[in-house]
């Protein structure tokens, strides 16, 4: 069983949902999670991922990585929350804040505090892992319109 496999099915196991559930929760194609918890889908998109991830109220991080660093840290709920591995660029993470900041006051969607940063993480590390040395603003984007259900 893959990291993503056992991180989603112990996030099912938290919220009660069966498979079936999920993929109807998330949006997906019906077998979408099947393919993933049996490993017939060895590498899902980053849209399965966040669609699931959104669903199971948790972060793309939190299903791939194994050292990942809860968003509920000791002591606090704020700020970074991405794997000990993931390298750190303060400018880039701080660049990463204020892209999601402009993509949700574009849309005129207020983020709480948690949603700000959640979301500055999984664009932070989507941005890292693509090598980019600067927030992806088309990702930032995605993210905040596909959390906020946005309609033009």
């Known amino acids: 069983m893959t990291a993503i496999s056992r991180h989603i099915k112990e996030k099912m196991i938290e919220k009660g949902l069966s498979a079936h559930a999920l993929e109807k929760q998330a949006g997906l194609k019906l077998s979408a999670v099947q393919n993933i918890m049996y490993g017939r889908s060895k590498n899902p998109s980053i849209n399965i991922l966040a669609s699931i991830a959104q669903a199971l109220g948790c972060t793309v991080s939190d299903l791939l990585e194994e050292g990942h660093l809860s968003t509920q840290r000791a002591g606090s709920n704020v700020g970074p929350s991405f794997s000990q591995t993931t390298p750190w660029n303060a400018d880039l993470y701080i660049n990463t804040l204020h892209v999601i900041n402009i993509s949700a006051n574009a849309k005129n969607l207020s983020l709480s505090q948690e ?26 984007e995605w993210l905040v319109e596909k959390s906020f259900d946005y309609k033009p």
């Open 115 to 140: 949603q700000l940063f959640k979301y500055a993480d999984e664009t932070y590390a989507y941005s890292i892992k693509n090598k980019k040395n600067k927030p992806d603003k088309n990702f930032a």
